[in-house]
T-cell receptor, first 113, second 113 residues
Framework: EDQVTQSPEALRLQEGESSSLNCSYTVSGLRGLFWYRQDPGKGPEFLFTLYSAGEEKEKERLKATLTKKESFLHITAPKPEDSATYLCAVQGAGSGGSYIPTFGRGTSLIVHP | NAGVTQTPKFQVLKTGQSMTLQCAQD?????MYWYRQDPGMGLRLIYY???????DKGEVPNGYNVSRLNKREFSLRLESAAPSQTSVYFC????????????FGPGTRLTVT
């Protein structure tokens, strides 16, 4: 059974204070690891897909990295508008050919001005 | 290009009432999904449809039914609502198969009294 654990559950930062969110996972045959951003009252919004250990992707102040056991979402010099819940999901080989992702519970990030 | 749309946005039901949540996507995706999101539980898959004409149970299917009406539309029905079904419901779509990110709708906030 695929498992995803995100930490911390909540994180408060001052504007400009860089930090990292962690996503630890166990999966049978990783096909993809996904990061999403979710604003209050809205649906998750896709950010990145990572496919193999060592891969990195960047978007503005966000950088996602991947190892064989975990992924990090690094936030550099965050701004208040980066406040959101960040979700991690993994997609494994699955049974019977299905590729249903497994989501973590998310990290709630608040950036204070 | 509206992406994934859901109706209604809010709904209040009494125990035992029935209702259908509607979802449509205009991205020509083959796969569609219904999730529920509860505080502290993360996103849990209710049902999914890998392609038009097929539906399968997810993690929490009890009390729900689905219909893949055509390639664009995927509805979720509650036949006899229970307070335990109070939640936020998200529809999502993706390309069929592995390693594809999901695109989520804005959600339906359902309260069952």
């Amino acid at each position: 059974e695929d498992q995803v654990t995100q930490s911390p559950e909540a994180l408060r930062l001052q504007e400009g204070e860089s930090s990292s969110l962690n996503c630890s996972y166990t999966v049978s045959g990783l096909r993809g690891l996904f990061w999403y951003r979710q604003d209050p009252g809205k649906g998750p919004e896709f950010l990145f897909t990572l496919y193999s250990a060592g891969e990195e992707k960047e978007k503005e102040r966000l950088k996602a990295t991947l190892t064989k056991k975990e992924s990090f979402l690094h936030i550099t010099a965050p701004k208040p508008e980066d406040s959101a819940t960040y979700l991690c999901a993994v997609q494994g080989a699955g049974s019977g050919g299905s590729y249903i992702p497994t989501f973590g519970r998310g990290t709630s990030l608040i950036v204070h001005p | 290009n509206a992406g994934v749309t859901q109706t209604p946005k809010f709904q209040v039901l009494k125990t035992g009432q029935s209702m259908t949540l509607q979802c449509a996507q205009d991205m020509n995706h083959n796969s569609m999904y219904w999730y529920r999101q509860d505080p502290g539980m993360g996103l849990r898959l209710i049902y999914y449809s890998a392609s038009e004409g097929t539906t399968d149970k997810g993690e929490v299917p009890n009390g729900y039914n689905v219909s893949r009406l055509n390639k664009r539309e995927f509805s979720l029905r509650l036949e006899s609502a229970a307070p335990s079904q109070t939640s936020v419901y998200f529809c999502a779509s993706s390309e069929e198969g592995r390693s594809y990110e999901q695109y989520f709708g804005p959600g339906t906030r359902l309260t069952v009294t």
